[in-house]
């Protein structure tokens, strides 16, 4: 029987995830104003080659490309009565790509409505995860990888829906930013400790942070989150540094080098499953593999 992500983190592995998807999908031919869902039935073999250049890397870990793959990000493109299609394409894809011994994670992100607009009610926000993460988890994923969350009504609604109504393990990120204090909170004023303790009483098996900053703010962030509750596995998937805007692009500057050099204080500070964010790319991950095979 296959041994889950926890069992792996518990015992003391630390798990290589991928990289930037969203990189590598424009550096692929995705062009501005395209559902990057969509390619999960348009180009599939582009998504696949995405997923094994990670694994070819050294990811264990491979995420699918459904970060947008619910009922309201697709109703923008139309595309909202085929988002069971969409996930179930998508866990396929990235099978095929880590084989039946790697780790799938199904990628949920924010939906873009607020409960605290009232955009939405909480039971339709619920059944939008819970549409996805079923999805996901009967097409085979390993687990359900909630992400770059700032809102902890929402983030804890997706635990909710994903564990109610899967029987696989879950996974939530938050996304953070530095204030001018010197701590850390999410756009919607949410602190790691807050993260930590309405994620795991929502009943997530695995917590941590993504996005909005470079490796080496991680590692307060997850010091944070470790002081709050001593065992819990903590994911980490950083940017390749702070971006600027360039010609119309976001520049991601931070070399793989620089990344994977931060990553010995990290798994010091707690986390137990690293990978990549914005602009990070399978040399990023090559990088932190090597660091992480050779500490």
């Known amino acids: 029987m296959k041994t889950t992500l926890t069992e792996r983190l518990k015992n003391g592995e630390i ?16 062009e501005p104003g395209i559902c990057p869902e969509i390619w999960n039935a348009d180009f599939p073999e582009r998504v696949e080659a995405i997923a094994r250049a990670y694994v070819t890397a050294g990811s264990q870990a491979v995420e699918t490309n459904t970060f947008g793959a ?28 880590v084989g039946p011994d790697g780790i799938v994670l199904g990628s949920v992100g924010p939906t873009g409505v607020l409960l605290m607009m009232g955009d939405v009610s909480e039971q339709e926000l619920y059944e939008a995860f819970k549409e996805q993460c079923m ?29 109610e109504n899967t029987s ?36 997530a098996d695995v917590i941590g942070t993504n ?25 980490v998937h950083a940017n390749a540094g702070k971006p600027h805007f360039h010609d119309g692009n976001n520049i991601f500057d931070e070399t793989p080098e620089i990344t994977a050099s931060y990553v010995p204080r990290l798994i010091n500070a707690g986390a137990t499953c690293i990978g990549g964010c914005c602009g990070t790319t399978p040399e990023h991950i090559r990088m932190i593999k090597n660091i992480v095979t050779h500490r």
Do not use: W
Not at 86 to 95: F, G, H, P, S, W
Not at 197 to 202: E, I, N
């Open 168 to 203: 696989v393990e879950v996974i939530c990120t938050m996304t953070f930013d530095k204030t001018i204090q010197g701590d850390f909170r999410t756009m919607m004023g949410i602190s790691p400790e807050d993260m930590t303790h309405a994620l795991k009483s929502a009943g």
């Open 15 to 30: 798990i290589i995830s991928d990289g930037a998807l969203g990189t590598m999908l424009q550096a692929a031919g995705l």
């Open 70 to 97: 619910n009922r309201f990000k697709m109703s923008h493109y139309g595309l909202q009565n085929r988002v069971a299609e969409l996930n179930r394409k998508a866990v396929e894809i990235t099978r095929r790509a």
């Open 135 to 163: 999805a996901l988890a009967e097409a085979g994923a390993d687990a359900i990888c909630i992400e770059t969350m700032t809102a902890i009504d929402e983030a804890t609604l997706a635990v909710r829906a994903a564990k």
């Open 211 to 235: 996005c909005g900053n470079g490796m080496e703010n991680m590692i307060s962030i997850v010091e944070e989150i470790r002081r709050t509750d001593p065992v819990i596995p903590i994911l």
